[in-house]
């Protein structure tokens, strides 16, 4: 029999110039990572859309208001041997709303050619190299790296 896979949304939020806002998430032992740099989110509630999720999650840790989402992908993710679905989503940083660390012991933007050494979940280095790719192709203004 399988069981039911729990559901995490996560947010990438991105400056024009291709820098990531990171959260460092606590050094707790208890929790999943900890002391891991990572893109905020969370778990989603029940009966909650994995869109909604990451609209919560997002202003919950940042207290920043995310209005327009972009789907980048589903995958399992693993952390320590739980295994869970991972949804991502992305959005543009408008510039104007402050950002603060409500969860955590940290939220930083990180420029990409910094980013692997704050990540050490691989797969997150993949899909910030997917977001800033198309946000060169869709983005008037965008300069990566500037």
Same mark, same amino acid.
């Given at each position: 029999? %399988?069981?039911?896979?729990?559901? /995490? %949304?996560?947010? #990438? !939020? /991105?400056?024009k110039g291709g820098a990531l806002l990171l959260q460092l998430r606590?050094?707790?032992? @208890?929790?999943?990572?900890? +002391?891991?740099?990572?893109?905020?989110? +969370?778990?989603? $509630?029940?009966? =909650? %859309?994995?869109?909604?999720? @990451?609209?919560? =999650?997002?202003?919950? =840790?940042?207290?920043?208001?995310?209005?327009?989402?972009?789907?980048?992908?589903? &995958?399992?993710?693993?952390?320590?041997?739980?295994?869970?679905? *991972?949804?991502?989503?992305?959005?543009?940083?408008?510039?104007?709303?402050? &950002? $603060?660390?409500?969860? +955590?012991?940290? *939220? /930083?933007?990180?420029?990409?050619?910094?980013?692997v050494a704050y990540l050490k979940i691989d797969f997150l280095l993949t899909y910030w190299d997917r977001v &800033?790719? !198309? *946000? =060169?192709?869709?983005? &008037?203004? #965008?300069?990566? +790296?500037?």
């Amino acid at each position: 029999m %399988s069981r039911v896979l729990d559901s /995490i %949304s996560a947010v #990438f !939020l /991105i400056k024009k110039g291709g820098a990531l806002l990171l959260q460092l998430r606590d050094n707790n032992p @208890a929790i999943h990572r900890p +002391g891991y740099w990572v893109v905020p989110g +969370g778990h989603c $509630k029940p009966g =909650e %859309s994995n869109l909604e999720c @990451a609209r919560r =999650e997002f202003l919950e =840790e940042t207290l920043y208001n995310c209005n327009h989402l972009h789907y980048i992908d589903t &995958i399992v993710d693993n952390a320590d041997g739980y295994q869970y679905w *991972l949804h991502m989503y992305w959005e543009l940083y408008d510039e104007k709303q402050q &950002i $603060k660390c409500m969860e +955590g012991q940290e *939220l /930083i933007f990180v420029n990409r050619a910094d980013g692997v050494a704050y990540l050490k979940i691989d797969f997150l280095l993949t899909y910030w190299d997917r977001v &800033i790719k !198309l *946000l =060169e192709k869709e983005t &008037i203004g #965008f300069i990566p +790296g500037g």
